[in-house]
């Protein structure tokens, strides 16, 4: 496999590449106007498929839970409804939203700032089935696989990833077979997925078929290659962990679009803004909006449907005249991280969080 095809190179040339065509047709991002809607209707939520969606027999399905455990277990889908049930809204988005933006752009799924959306998860706590099966004081994580297979980087794997034993107990990790109220698609993962409040969206392993607990730190492709910050080589750096996601706002695009640019056009007048804000290590504590070289000036923040998801807000003081205007949105969170205008480059374009720009054309008569 090609370093290209394996999404390690950058691309200086700004052109799409047909692998990065072929990913956009098989994923597809939020659109912008669903900001609007508290919980994402489960069509319009965020979606990255790594390998193929896998066909999965039901009857013959069961989550094992293996390795350092006093108690190995084998869990149908009917086993899991038979436990009580937890819902929470969770917000998930990409580790490399944002990453089409990056000049030269790193060569993968490009995304924009549309990979995120909110769902209702429906399953059981990862403590409770830890505690049936009785995890190993000697444990030092745990090991989540998913049914799907594929080769990256020249690495042919089922996709896995891992978890310290403390962040699957002590957070509010689920193991989760619903989404909205209903069963998984199989796009999100059925029949059972890991959903893990705050982090990056590659943490939540896809159509669960193993928990694994394990002595030593995970080596997989997952953890030690793929999703780890690069300043230059991947070869020749250790990298620094993709974990939580960064503070992020995004605006509704006000208006109506173009079709092809997607550039807004709005009527002159009194022209409120609003948005959704989120952060996957605090709350948020505030959004600012600017118009053009201006003042950051503060938006109304409102409810959230959770505590692990994104935060309404809204802004009434812009009042739009004539001409054409770039709107801009940050957001805050409690710990004081907060958006940069712009995103410092890293090799394979994680966690860009850099403020969100809409192009506005004002036109009498719009």
């Known amino acids: 496999m090609s370093a290209t095809a394996a999404g390690t190179e950058p691309d200086a ?30 069509g319009m939520h965020y979606l990255l498929i790594h390998y193929d969606v896998p066909a999965v027999d039901t009857e013959a399905w069961a989550l094992r839970v293996t390795g350092c455990v006093e108690r190995e277990l084998a869990l149908t889908l009917d086993d899991l409804r038979a436990r009580p049930k937890v819902t929470i809204p969770v917000t998930f988005e990409c580790a490399g939203n944002g990453r089409a933006r990056l000049e030269p752009r790193p060569i993968s799924q490009p995304w924009l700032v549309e990979a ?15 505690a049936d099966a009785g995890v190993a004081a000697r444990a030092r994580e745990l090991v989540f696989t998913g049914l799907d297979r594929g080769v990256e ?61 394990v002595e030593e730190p995970f080596d997989g492709y997952q953890m030690v290659t793929a999703y780890r910050l690069y300043r230059e ?45 989120w952060s996957g290590r605090a709350r948020i504590t505030g959004v600012d909006v600017r118009v053009d070289d201006g003042p950051w000036q503060a938006a109304a923040l409102g409810p959230q449907p959770g505590p692990y998801a ?39 374009g994680f966690a860009n969080n850099a403020v969100q720009q809409v192009v ?5 008569g719009d």
């Open 153 to 213: 980087g020249g690495v042919e794997q089922q996709y896995a990833r891992s978890l310290s034993v403390a962040d699957a107990l002590e957070g509010d990790a689920l193991l989760a077979y619903e989404l909205n109220g209903l069963p998984l698609p199989p796009q999100h993962g059925f029949p059972l997925r890991l959903v893990v409040p705050g982090w990056y969206g590659m943490t939540n392993v896809k159509w669960l078929a193993e928990v694994r607990a």
């Open 310 to 348: 994104w935060r309404a807000w809204r802004f009434d003081g812009w009042v739009a005249e004539p001409g054409t205007h770039v709107l801009a949105c940050r957001a805050t969170d409690a710990t004081g991280d907060g958006q940069p205008d712009e995103q410092d480059w890293n090799l394979k």
């Open 233 to 277: 080589s991947a070869e020749r750096e250790e990298g620094v962990p993709v974990q939580r996601m960064r503070p992020r706002a995004l605006l509704v695009p006000p208006g109506i679009p173009d079709f092809l640019t997607r550039e807004r056009l709005v009527a002159p007048g009194p022209c409120p803004l609003e948005g959704r804000a």
């Open 116 to 130: 995120v959306g909110t769902g209702v998860w429906g399953g059981v706590p990862v403590r409770d089935v830890l």
């Open 360 to 364: 506005v054309h004002v036109r009498p």
């Open 13 to 42: 040339s700004g052109r799409i590449t047909p692998h990065e065509l072929q990913l956009a047709t098989r994923n597809h991002g939020l659109p912008l106007e669903a900001l609007r809607h508290e919980i994402t209707p489960v």
